[in-house]
């Protein structure tokens, strides 16, 4: 079940959230550029020039828009 928050999330609906599978996210290269790799609903894969992969998530809290970093990949 879908929590209230997630459906709610100004990024995507619930019904409408993508899929971030290990193995796109394992096969996921670095480039020039830092570049994202969207789940919904906020949440992606943020992809640095050094390789490193940081799982972020935006959401809004007093009318200010915040992304912190969850975890490393």
């Given amino acids: 079940m879908v929590s209230c928050m997630v459906s709610k999330a100004p990024y995507g609906r619930a019904d409408t959230m993508g899929k971030l599978y290990a193995t796109t996210v394992t096969s996921a ?28 998530l935006n959401y809004a809290y007093l009318g200010k828009q915040r992304t912190p970093t969850s975890c490393r990949w």
């Fill in 29 to 56: 290269r670095p480039r020039e550029r830092e570049y994202k790799l969207t789940d919904g609903a906020g949440l992606y894969l943020l992809v640095k020039p050094n390789g490193r992969k940081l799982w972020r």
